[in-house]
């Protein structure tokens, strides 16, 4: 499987211990730490076929996936480990994904979260933005339009490139 490549700066701060593995390595002359690290995605939806669409194409594209129809399930994942993106539906029984944003907010600081709804509206969109949410994304979507949005995501926490 292809890893994510990323380059930073010896000064940028190191990532805490239990997020994915890491290789470091030291580029004499260049005055930059490279780091191969594969990052963690967690998709949750209640509709299984949503989960089982975007886990290849985002695999594909270097990323370790984990997929959730149970947002219970997901906040008990949530509290064992911490991903670098959640991917998460805004509809679900139980908990709906405004609540997971909080959670994940609360929690796992450095996390970006995409909503994703068949239900876009701008008050919705604009709610899961002030709340902190990285993108809001409206169903019917191609993966790699998800794709696309993941990698800004990914850009965001300092990754140079996905290859």
Known sequence: MDRLRIVRNERASRRSP???????????????????????????DDEPIVGKR?????????????????????????????????????RMEGLDGIQILE?????????RVILITGYATVEVAREALVKGAFDFISKPFKPKDLQAVVNKAALSLGHRAIL
């Open 103 to 111: 959670h994940v907010m609360e929690h796992c600081e450095r996390t």
């Open 18 to 44: 239990g997020r994915g593995g890491e290789k470091m390595s030291y580029e004499e002359g260049a005055g930059r730490e490279h780091v191969e690290e594969e990052l963690s995605v967690m998709i949750l």
């Open 54 to 90: 975007l886990k290849p194409a985002l695999e594909k594209s270097g990323f370790t996936v984990e997929v959730y129809e149970d947002p219970a399930l997901a906040v008990k994942r949530l509290g064992e480990r911490e991903f670098d993106i959640v991917v998460t539906d805004l």
